[in-house]
Every structure is written in structure tokens, then in C-alpha cells.
């Protein structure tokens, strides 16, 4: 098998032959969990928890469910009402945590490099499921699954990235992973929301949106982080969806066949026009939620199966 991570901590680290595995075998829990009985017992006995230290709905709700799916013992910690609240340290979390002897541990965190900092610390898998602005991988494998399934395929595609890409750790997973696999990226947005260093990455940049969008394939929007703002980025909302919005008009541009991508929650009319978010035509993001499920199970799948063997070979006195 060709996936050897021991955490999936962001796309970073991740060779392609690793996140086509990961692709692959996600397709097969699509197909499992379109059946009226999904249910398979890979994970039976294992115990995952999820710690979630900022709001999520379809990214801990799809954790959640891929783990039950899967047959895993699922535990949600509530990190609005834990010990965190009365100064305990994510450090301290994690050790009690640890001291639970859980096999899966996925945690969104609000703090860029957090979650690594976690996986040094317990002896368990550990899945990022967001940490700050650094690295959402989850996310990035699901659009990318959803842009195979719709696409044909995952290379030679026009892939424009558009709206507050400083502030998004989805956008910064997804260049990583479309990068790797030898995609045409274009990041569209006001130069205020754009990250520092972007122009060595490889990437086209346009503030236009309409010069952006023209022949893309793939259009992936983004939210306005503002809890991750701290002063006036954009002049305002209405300015904002006049130049960066994603309408009818703008999306005449792009390729006849383009797609139409958020990882949300979306803001109707500040990034997205309402009614191109549901045409089912162009809009692929309730696919996203979709996927975003069977690529969590092909997640937790391949890296108890490495924790499995590296706990057997340790059992054995054997190196992995
Ligand atoms: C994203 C996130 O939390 O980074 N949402 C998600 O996981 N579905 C994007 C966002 O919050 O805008």
C-alpha cells in the first residue's frame, strides 16, 4: 500500500502516489455510503476522538459520521464547556486525552501549528481538521475528489482560487495538493488578501476577477475569515461582491463546463450570488459535502491500518 503517514497533519508531506490512494479508496466508501445500510467494521474497537477548539458544522459532523460508519468507537469533546475554559493548557488536553488510550484523535484548532505540536505528544493518529491559517488536508482531499469525479481527471486543469486566500487554510491545502499534481493555478482576490510570499509559489495572481476567471475550469470560492481579521481588509461588503463576487455574469467567463466550488459555511452575496451556489448545473458543493464523508473514512481507514502494523511490529521487536 502506498500511504504511509502516520498523521495527516496537512498535504504537505504527502506524495502524490499517497493522495491517489487516499482518492481511490475514498470512491469505494461513496459507493458504501449510498447504500441504505453503510456499515463496515474496519475501525471495530478503535476509539476516535474529536476535539474541536472552534465552531464547525460539516467538518465535525462529517468526522463524526465517517467514524460511526466505520464501526469506531466516536467520542465529541466539547471544547466550549472543557477545562480549557478554566486555563488548561491544549498540551495538558491532550495528555489526559492521551491517558484515555484513543486510537484516532482529530482536531481542529485555532492556532496555526497546533495540531502538530499535539501529534508530538500522544501516541496516536492524529488528523488535522483545520489549525489556524496553515492547513485544513481533509478539505483539500475532498474538493479533490469531487474535481476528479466531475472532471475526469486531476491534472491539467485551470484552477482558480477566489477571495480571502490570506486567511484560508483551505486555500493553502488546496495549492499544495493541486500544485502536486500539476494543475494551472490562479489566485484571485484583492492584494490585501493575498498571503506574503505567494508570487514565489508558483501560482498566476490576478485582482481582476474577470481576467482571473476567463477559461477556468474550476472556480473555488472562499469566506471572508473575519475572525482571522483584525482591521479594514475590504472597503465594504457590497464593494466586495461587486469586484470579487461570484455572479452570473463573472462566471460567463469561465469555461462553458466550469464548475463552481465553496468548502463553506458560504455568505450568500458577499462572495457567492445565491443562485449559482444552487444551480445544480454548475454548483458542485453539496458533492463536496459528500465526498468530504467518504474521504474521512479513507482517511481514518488507511492510518489505523498504520498504526495497527506499527503497533504489531513494535510488539514484535520489529523497525518500521
Ligand atoms: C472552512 C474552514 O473551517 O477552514 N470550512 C470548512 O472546513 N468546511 C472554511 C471556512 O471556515 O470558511
Not at 461513496?30 to 467538518?59: P, W, Y
Not at 463546463?257 to 458560504?266: C, F, L, Q
Request: with cysteine; net charge neutral.
Amino acid at each position: 500500500m502506498s500511504f504511509r503517514a502516520r498523521h495527516l497533519l496537512g498535504i504537505d508531506h504527502l506524495k502524490p502516489a499517497e493522495i491517489v490512494t487516499l482518492l481511490d479508496l475514498a470512491e469505494e466508501y461513496v459507493a458504501l455510503n449510498r447504500r441504505t445500510v453503510k456499515h463496515s467494521d474496519v475501525l471495530a474497537g478503535l476509539t476516535q476522538i474529536n476535539m474541536f477548539f472552534e465552531n464547525s458544522t460539516r467538518t465535525q459532523s462529517s468526522f463524526e459520521l465517517a467514524g460511526k460508519r466505520l464501526g469506531a468507537d466516536v467520542m465529541n469533546m466539547s471544547m466550549q464547556t472543557s477545562s480549557v475554559k478554566k486555563g488548561e493548557t491544549l498540551i495538558d488536553t491532550a495528555l489526559t486525552l492521551n491517558a484515555m488510550q484513543p486510537d484516532l484523535l482529530v482536531v481542529r484548532h485555532p492556532n496555526s501549528g497546533a495540531v502538530n505540536l499535539l501529534a508530538e505528544k500522544v501516541n496516536c493518529a492524529v488528523i488535522n481538521a483545520g489549525d489556524g491559517r496553515h492547513e485544513h488536508p481533509t478539505q483539500a482531499l475532498l474538493d479533490a475528489l469531487t474535481i476528479r469525479r466531475a472532471k475526469g481527471r486531476l491534472q491539467r486543469l485551470t484552477i482558480a482560487i477566489c477571495g480571502d486566500i490570506a486567511h484560508s487554510r483551505v486555500a493553502r491545502s488546496n495549492l499544495i495538493l493541486l500544485g502536486k499534481m500539476e494543475n494551472r493555478i490562479r489566485l484571485i482576490g484583492p492584494s490585501t488578501l493575498m498571503p506574503a510570499g505567494v508570487k514565489d509559489m508558483g501560482v498566476e495572481l490576478y485582482e481582476d476577477m474577470r481576467e482571473g476567471l476567463t477559461g477556468a475550469d474550476v472556480v473555488m470560492m472562499l469566506r471572508l475569515q473575519r475572525e482571522r481579521m483584525d482591521g479594514g481588509f475590504i472597503p465594504s461588503e457590497r464593494e466586495y461582491f461587486h469586484r470579487w463576487g461570484l455572479d452570473a455574469e463573472k462566471l460567463a467567463l469561465a469555461a462553458p463546463d466550469a464548475i463552481v466550488m465553496h468548502p463553506g459555511p458560504m455568505n450568500r452575496g458577499v462572495e457567492i450570488d445565491g443562485t449559482i451556489a444552487d444551480d445544480i448545473n454548475r454548483s458542485v458543493i453539496q458533492d463536496q459535502v459528500e465526498m468530504g464523508v467518504a474521504v474521512r473514512m479513507a482517511a481514518l481507514d488507511l492510518l489505523a491500518r498504520n498504526l495497527r502494523a506499527e503497533r504489531g511490529a513494535k510488539a514484535s521487536g520489529v523497525m518500521v
